[in-house]
């Protein structure tokens, strides 16, 4: 019975996988097709549609983080596995033959997931507001083991300005041993490198071609040891989760609302946002926002539709039924949704003036703000700290598939699992990952 190993990798398109001779080389009797990605294509929702085969509507991701209305409170990155409405495919792999094992390393929802063996980082915050390294492992007393042997997971190289191929590299060398150890009929493994330069710099870049490269060789490397201890078959699939594409224009939603009079903030440490006294604010997530207003404001949502659809950047705002175009009609999205023009995204900043900026705006704090910040990923020599200028990014991903230069890839080692021809969809590659796993 072959082992099935899931290759997670943000960014990865059919003219990389050219350049990636691991790859390629796992293609001879394998096939490749075009993937395009559910909006918003990004991390959570994506990897979420892989693992039930379903879209937000059923299974209730609806962005890299959340805003819980019944407690008033923004969550970003940090939430566990228990989000996920629907079955996923550790919990049926089980149900289909219970002595059949899963590993799940590093897709940000699997803490506390039903799989067998789970590593993923976990940094312990401490009351001084500082950090330790540290990761959730599945056994609990796994990540020691791995602390003696390959040291902290560099959480530094994982994302912000130090972000490089070192957190990938801890990542495939982990799995390997994992898999030397436990040998899982399934592990689906995320690598993130391909994330880091294409946003920064553009996805055809230079530092991104390297990039691939670069994280060609980490694959290769951790497919060898695989293969190398395995008694069967391996069946290989590797997905991109979405295409990274240029952009050259920003859009800032909650300084319109702010604009407007809809948005309120309030003075600690520079301005906050207040989501409980605006009648409206914007969680923001690389192409798509999510317009949440205030229970006692909903007559200003045709107001504010109609002031989006004005708005540069933007190409559709969606409210109430029309949500469901995109499988968004679903209690935890935004009461509006606005999608980007794949030239544009969207940046969470609400000040006018840098002065008043918040003083979490200028650190890595992926918790703090109500939306992803890819100006983490720059360092300003001259304030040693994360500039505040949104159109240096020169790469974003999230706004539906409309484009060649969107699609990502879909590739197995065995062509007889993929569909004959593409683009499939996100929620397709469960099947062909079951599809394996049954064979």
Not at 63 to 75: Q, T
Request: proline share 8%; aromatic share 12%; net charge negative.
């Amino acid at each position: 019975m072959s082992s099935v190993v899931f290759l997670s990798v943000p960014g990865l398109r059919e003219q990389d996988v050219a350049e990636m001779p691991s790859l390629q080389s796992r293609l001879a009797r394998g096939a490749q097709v075009r993937l395009a990605p559910h909006f918003p294509c990004v991390t959570w929702p994506v990897q979420a549609n892989f693992i039930t085969g379903v879209l937000p509507r059923d299974h209730g991701v609806v962005a890299n983080g959340f805003f819980w209305r019944d407690r008033g409170e923004v969550e970003m990155w940090t939430a566990k596995n228990s989000v996920i409405q629907a079955s996923q495919i550790w919990d049926d792999l089980h149900d289909w033959e219970p002595q059949r094992r899963s590993a799940v390393w590093f897709p940000m929802l699997s803490k506390e997931s039903g799989a067998d063996y789970v590593c993923m980082p976990a940094p312990i915050h401490n009351p001084d507001g500082s950090e330790s390294l540290w990761c959730y492992t599945k056994p609990q007393e796994f990540y020691r083991e791995l602390l003696e042997r390959f040291g902290h997971f560099p959480l530094q190289h994982f994302w912000g300005p130090l972000a490089n191929i070192e957190s990938s590299q801890w990542i495939a060398q982990t799995a390997a041993f994992a898999y030397e150890r436990f040998r899982p009929d399934f592990f689906y493994i995320y690598l993130p490198h391909l994330d880091y330069a294409a946003q920064k710099v553009g996805p055809d870049s230079p530092p991104a071609r390297e990039a691939v490269r670069e994280l060609d060789q980490v694959l290769g490397e951790m497919m060898d040891r695989f293969e190398a201890v395995t008694e069967g078959p391996i069946v290989w699939v590797w997905a991109g989760e979405y295409a990274i594409t240029p952009v050259d224009h920003v859009v800032y939603p909650n300084r319109l609302l702010r604009a407007e009079g809809w948005l309120e903030v309030r003075e600690t440490n520079g301005e906050i946002l207040d989501v409980e006294r605006s009648r409206a604010w914007a969680l923001v997530d690389h192409q798509c926002g999510h317009v949440f207003v205030h229970p006692e404001a909903r007559d200003l949502i045709p107001r504010i539709v109609d002031r989006f659809r004005s708005c540069e950047g933007i190409a559709e705002v969606l409210s109430g039924d029309e949500r469901s175009r995109y499988a968004l009609d679903h209690p935890r999205s935004g009461d509006i949704i606005l999608v980007s023009e794949p030239r544009s995204w969207q940046a969470y900043y609400w000040w006018e003036d840098d002065k008043a900026a918040p003083d979490f705006a200028r650190t890595v704090d992926i918790h703090r703000k109500p939306g992803y910040d890819p100006v983490e990923l720059f360092f300003d020599p001259a304030t040693r700290s994360i500039p505040l200028d949104a159109t240096l990014v020169r790469g974003s991903h999230g706004a539906p598939v409309t484009q060649e230069s969107q699609y990502a890839v879909l590739g197995c080692s065995e062509a007889a699992y993929l569909p004959d021809e593409g683009p499939v969809r996100d929620t397709d590659v469960r099947s062909v990952l079951e599809a394996a796993l049954r064979s």
